[in-house]
């Protein structure tokens, strides 16, 4: 219901003839109620038109043309930036770098942040300080969790290492490997992001009235099948919610890694972390300067989070709803 | 309640009002000096931009005394990853960049070939200079056809070999300077002493990486690497390039390398931790191994030559771009510090070795020690070593090529991602595929 | 912080007991934190403080203390001659970082609440043509990737001359989709229509409705926004990074330049300039933190 909008009105003719409050009849009174929504929304969409949406409009303009900075604009090329970067195997693979990066960072954090949201949704000592505590990474900024992160996870003086280490693990070569880079960089955007997700599943979990509980409780319904039968369906436009911003954040993972890596901006010497976000500014920003291709990968970049956030909605929107009946 | 919103919500707009006007305010405050010209007469103002730790606090100084009437107003820049893309845009929109900007040698380059956002020093009075610099590092800001001189140069990176005593004492190597120079005439002399130091078990490897031997390994024995001189792409059938892999990577296969990436923070840390013995050091490397290998070690450093001879590492320039308004005035900073006094600030305030000849020549830099490399005579090894240097011709990308392209690869090998084979198939494809853009 | 006014109710009691009617014996076991979930979020909790507290363990050291295993738990005693050290490096303009970061975040964080609280409570309670369709937008715009725009972005600074000032991190910062967005939601449930009818009743304007009635309903939900808004603005790193530089940095960017340039290996002054960095936004958060959770309740009630 979130998403939902109900259209008021009719949609034809100048205003409702059958007015559910005839007091309003007062032409000024009239004027404000059809033209101050209007206004009301018209600084977004103003301010939004000159950064947001000129930006974008000039990026496809770019991305159709052969155009480097230090070269400059060398005309119309159409769309061979896009069918040289669809060839290349160096998209495909931070395509994929993006994707699973995103994956194994998102999944246990929304779970792991649906557990602390159910554990802070009790009554309990202290619960400010609490909260606050598992807030307080997200105040922290990127670069600062990359710096320290970074020597956490360093090889071979690191935090981490020296961890595994003591329980009798082997030392990890973090940056060498595909999944031992990932698993470190879904740590910093786990550690960054689930307190606050915590805190929006928990103010939507405490909009459940607790007589459900209660009653199930009642009716013999264990903990976890309470939290997957009343809980997770009953937030599910929040969970929905989450999974969308968390979809944007994740397609466009950049600081983290880059980071992660000393600041390289290929990720791994076989660019087993790099990003497409990182992609865009090596193609664009060292290298050859390409603009035009650059833009080319960011137009990608664009419409592919487009689709994966609407398939997002779509599936968790069915799995949610398979739960619920 | 009703009571307690009216008062939050007056204090609101009140907030907001001043916040704005405060922000709109504060935030228009602009940089001051963007284009006074200076036909006014009156002081001019010009910027100069750097990067790294070019040593220009000092030298900047002594240049607005000998010149009350221009005033330097000095931007630090960061790294040169992040200085790169911005210039790259700056003369792209045309507007934005500084009066002076520092050049690296990679960047340089690039600049060579897509020269016109760069003016002509030789238009600004600069023919009358030559026999002040290096001379390979005078030529090697000259564009394709000679006509155009796009920098002049600060400090270049003559190659030696750091090395640490201590290390050398407990493999029974000799430890004084001369002697250990003259354990290594040549590369395979070098490899040679590498196994003898890892037949030791000590727990340090021999060198840092398997990719430190490029660069002075293809100096050394070419005057080219990965384009000809008509910047065709050339690094697949320069058989140098192939020789300094295979040397790289034969070393790492000995275990004789730490397999570290360069300018990591474990690399960082192997300093301290005296994880190798050797690693190849221009100038401007000494300030690199005393801030990570801290005072602990001082004194258990110590430079020797390097194998094989010659080679330099890095080294800067100072240009002009066309956007300038005060462009006579930046010449004139710029020849101040490519100069003789510039130089010698430098090089005493951060280091890195000046291209100006006289400046060599001076005994505060030719006669110069560094007392946490065991008091050895930095300044005649390294204007020793300049003097041999001979230039090479390195292409318009070849800072990227070298960074983005083949060193990933080649790391990538030294740690058993891939094969030999496989690395260098791919370092070259890579590199081509970037050449060719 | 003068952002976060609408927030702080200073003559509110302390929340009362909710529901006195409730069975309570009934739901103590249900609702009461056993030692198992005390324990779990003491986990969290030390999880999450970890980095930061180290950061400012280390920072309270010399340089040895980063790579030192088993790291060290305890402060040492040099903080203050760091943090002097930060704070009088030329090149990292470490002061003039944190003075503008305050003002870009203060800036973004005022126009940001007050236009997303005007666009949300029109969004969810006034009817006109076309809200479906600009709701769309509106949602999409979260959607698009700053990467996508950094390129033109810069060229239209260059092109307004905007470039090392302010205004470049500023301007294109004040509307935030986030904001209109989430003020919506919120509005949707804790404004009621008879609230908005009633006010109409008594022959308010849609504007004085808005500034009398809507806006002290939203002030929860307008200090989460408030909160988040500065937090983001202050941590942000990329648009700052390409468009200023060490002259003109944000805080971010001095942090940046400390932890990158030359001081690079100088671990003690990158730590102690990340704590430095972080520091505000604890006396923000410790302030306000407070409100902003009692908001995300007190909205959740309502609902």
Request: proline share 10%; glycine share 10%; hydrophobic share 25%.
């Given at each position: 219901m979130t998403t939902n909008v109900e259209v008021s009105?009719?949609?034809?003719?100048?205003?409702?003839?059958?007015?559910?409050?005839?007091?309003?009849?007062?032409r000024l009174g009239r004027l404000d109620i059809k033209y101050s929504p209007y206004l009301f929304v018209a600084p977004f969409f103003l301010l939004f038109a000159v950064f947001g949406a000129y930006p974008l409009v000039y990026t496809a303009v770019l991305s159709l043309r052969k155009n480097?900075?230090?070269?400059?604009d060398q005309g119309f090329v159409g769309f061979e930036n896009y069918t040289k970067v669809l060839t290349d195997e160096h998209f495909w693979t931070v395509i994929g770098n993006t994707f699973g990066l995103f994956i194994i960072s998102t999944v246990p954090q929304l779970i792991f942040a649906l557990m602390v949201a159910s554990w802070l949704n009790k009554k309990m000592r202290a619960r400010t300080a609490i909260r606050m505590g598992v807030l307080?990474?997200?105040?922290?900024?990127v670069a600062a969790v990359g710096i320290v992160f970074g020597l956490i996870f360093?090889?071979?003086?690191g935090l981490a290492n020296w961890l595994l280490q003591s329980v009798g693990l082997d030392a990890v070569e973090?940056?060498?490997?595909r999944w031992s880079s990932w698993t470190a960089i879904a740590f910093m955007v786990d550690w960054r992001w689930t307190g606050y997700n915590a805190l929006i599943y928990l103010a939507a979990m405490q909009a459940i009235p607790k007589e459900l509980y209660e009653s199930a409780s009642l009716d013999g319904a264990s903990a976890v099948r309470r939290f997957w039968r009343i809980t997770v369906p009953l937030i599910q436009p929040t969970i929905l919610f989450t999974v969308i911003i968390s979809t944007i954040g994740g397609m466009q993972l950049f600081t983290e890694p880059l980071l992660f890596n000393y600041?390289?901006?290929?990720?791994?010497?076989?660019?087993?972390?790099?990003t497409v976000a990182m992609y865009i500014y090596e193609t664009t920003?060292?290298?050859?300067?390409?603009v035009g291709r650059g833009s080319a990968i960011s137009w990608l970049l664009f419409l592919i989070i487009l689709v994966f956030a609407l398939i997002n909605f779509l599936l968790v929107r069915r799995s949610v709803r398979g739960q619920t009946q | 309640m009703s009571f307690t919103s009216r008062r939050v919500r007056s204090v609101a707009a009140a907030a907001l009002t001043v916040g704005l006007a405060l922000g709109m305010g504060a935030c228009s405050a602009?940089?001051?000096?963007a284009g006074s010209d200076g036909?006014?007469?009156g002081p001019v103002t010009i910027s100069l931009s750097y990067f790294?730790?070019?040593?220009f606090t000092q030298a900047v100084k002594d240049f607005e005394a000998a010149n009350p009437n221009i005033k330097v107003d000095i931007k630090?820049?960061?790294?040169t990853k992040d200085f790169v893309p911005k210039l790259a845009q700056q003369l792209s929109a045309g507007?934005?960049?500084?009066d002076v900007v520092m050049l690296e040698e990679g960047m340089l380059l690039q600049y060579l070939k897509?020269?016109?956002?760069?003016?002509?020093?030789l238009d600004l009075g600069?023919?009358?200079?030559?026999?002040?610099?290096?001379p390979f590092k005078w030529k090697n800001a000259f564009t394709a056809d000679g006509k155009k001189l796009v920098g002049l140069g600060t400090d270049v990176g003559p190659l030696a070999m750091c090395y640490r005593s201590d290390l050398f004492q407990q493999a029974g190597l000799p430890t004084d300077r001369d002697a250990v120079s003259k354990l290594w005439p040549t590369w395979d002399d070098y490899v040679k002493q590498g196994e003898v130091f890892k037949s030791k078990?000590?727990?340090?490897?021999?060198?840092?990486?398997?990719?430190?031997?490029m660069q002075p390994y293809i100096m050394q024995n070419s005057?080219?690497?990965?384009?000809?001189k008509s910047d065709k792409y050339i690094g697949d059938t320069n058989p140098v390039v192939k020789k300094a892999y295979d040397l790289g990577l034969d070393m790492a296969s000995k275990g004789l390398t730490s397999k570290l990436a360069r300018w990591s923070t474990d690399w960082d840390a192997a300093f301290k931790n005296a994880a190798f013995a050797t690693v190849p050091c221009p100038p401007w490397y000494t300030g690199v191994i005393k801030e990570r290998a801290g005072d602990a070690a001082k004194g258990k450093w110590d430079i020797a030559t390097i194998p094989g001879g010659g080679g330099n590492w890095g080294g800067s320039y100072l240009a002009i771009p066309?956007?300038?308004?005060n462009k006579k005035a930046a010449f004139e900073l710029i020849k101040f510090l490519t100069g003789k006094q510039g130089g010698i600030d430098a090089f005493k305030e951060a280091g890195p070795l000046p291209s100006s000849q006289s400046a060599l020549a001076d005994p505060q830099i030719a006669g110069a020690t560094n007392d946490y490399f065991n008091n050895a005579p930095v300044g005649k090894i390294y204007v020793d070593a300049a003097k041999t240097l001979k230039p090479i011709?390195?292409?318009?990308?070849h800072q990227a090529l070298w960074e983005n392209a083949f060193e990933p690869a080649m790391q990538a090998a030294e740690q058993g991602k891939l094969t030999a084979q496989a690395g260098w198939d791919k370092a070259i494809k890579d590199s081509k595929a970037l050449a060719e853009g | 912080m003068s952002t976060m006014t609408p927030t702080?109710?200073?003559?509110?009691?302390?929340?009362?007991?909710?529901?006195?009617?409730?069975?309570?014996s009934a739901s103590a076991a249900l609702w009461d934190a056993s030692p198992l979930t005390y324990l779990a979020l003491i986990l969290t909790i030390v999880l999450s403080i970890f980095p930061i507290v180290w950061s400012f363990i280390v920072a309270s050291r010399d340089?040895?203390?980063?790579?030192?295993?088993?790291?060290?738990?305890t402060p040492g005693g040099n903080f203050f001659s760091n943090a002097q050290r930060v704070l009088e490096n030329t090149d990292a303009n470490f002061v003039y970082g944190l003075i503008n970061s305050a003002i870009v975040a203060g800036c973004v964080t005022l126009s940001v609440v007050f236009f997303s609280t005007l666009a949300g409570f029109a969004f969810a309670k006034l009817k006109f043509r076309g809200k479906n369709a600009l709701l769309l937008v509106i949602i999409m715009t979260?959607?698009?990737?700053t990467q996508v725009n950094i390129i033109p972005l810069y060229l239209l600074m260059v092109k307004l001359d905007?470039?090392?000032?302010l205004q470049a991190v500023i301007v294109p910062f004040l509307v935030k989709g986030f904001g209109v967005f989430m003020i919506r939601q919120y509005a949707e449930s804790a404004i009621s229509d008879e609230l908005i009818e009633a006010a109409r009743v008594d022959g308010a304007s849609t504007w004085r409705t808005y500034w009398s009635v809507v806006l002290p309903a939203l002030r929860p939900a307008a200090a989460v926004l408030g909160l988040l808004t500065f937090m983001e603005t202050w941590n942000d790193f990329l648009w700052p990074y390409v468009v200023l530089n060490g002259d003109t940095p944000t805080v971010q960017v001095s942090l940046n330049i400390l932890a990158?340039?030359?001081?690079?290996?100088?671990y003690v002054q990158v730590f102690t300039g990340t704590a430095l960095a972080i520091v505000p936004l604890l006396i923000v958060f410790i302030a306000f933190g407070r409100q902003i959770i009692g908001g995300i309740m007190e909205g959740s009630v309502k609902a």
């Open positions: 009105g009719p949609r034809h003719g100048r205003r409702d003839p059958v007015s559910p409050t005839p007091r309003r009849s007062l480097t900075l230090t070269g400059g307080i990474p997200n105040i922290t900024s360093a090889d071979r003086y973090w940056r060498n490997h600041g390289r901006i290929q990720g791994g010497s076989l660019n087993e972390f790099q920003f060292t290298n050859n300067f390409n | 602009k940089k001051d000096n036909s006014t007469g790294g730790t070019p040593g630090n820049e960061g790294q507007s934005g960049a500084s897509d020269n016109k956002p760069f003016a002509n020093l600069a023919s009358s200079l030559e026999s002040e610099y290096l078990n000590l727990k340090a490897t021999w060198l840092d990486s398997a990719t430190s031997v005057d080219t690497w990965f384009y000809d066309e956007q300038s308004k011709y390195l292409g318009p990308k | 702080k109710p200073a003559t509110r009691p302390a929340p009362a007991p909710k529901r006195p009617g409730r069975v309570r340089n040895s203390a980063v790579t030192d295993i088993p790291p060290p738990l979260m959607m698009i990737p905007w470039t090392n000032t990158t340039g030359y001081y690079k290996t100088d």
